[in-house]
């Protein structure tokens, strides 16, 4: 990992979060790496890293929340994104106990992005799932968007 700038993705069901992850590095120029192979050193000195995964019972994926509480002190940018069946709810959003994390470690949290993605969890499995057909173009083209904020915002 020599980028300066990282995607740290967790994308386990279906490749649908893997998918906003890839449209969103190549705005950004940036490498997508799982949390396994992720160096902490290395997230702490880069100049945008992006967190994201899938949500599972209304939390972001175990890996990627352990490495970003056990990140050491950065002083760069991030963002964190989620693919989910359901939509973010404003009150209990499942992005900020990530968002929270990195702020603690000292990272300027320069925003969220969420879409809906193929959701086979539990009985909807038994009916085909929820957006089967997402994320889909639209919320690619979304996340190239997103992603091109971020890269503006760290300039």
Known sequence: MESKN????????????????????GVLDAEVVPPQRADPDLLARADLVGFGSGVFHGRMHTDLLGLARALPRGRGSAFAFATSGFPEFPLLPFTR?????????????????????????????LVGGLHRRRPDERDLAAAREFAGRMRRAVG
């Not at 990282?6 to 590095?25: F, K, L, N, P, Q």
């Not at 929270?100 to 879409?115: D, E």
């Open 97 to 125: 106990p990530l968002a929270r994390s990195l702020a603690g470690a000292g990272f300027a949290v320069r925003g969220t992005f969420t879409c809906r993605a193929w959701d086979t969890w539990g009985p909807f499995g």
């Open 6 to 25: 990282v995607i740290v993705c967790t994308s386990v069901s279906h490749g649908g979060t893997r998918r906003i992850a890839e449209a969103m590095a």
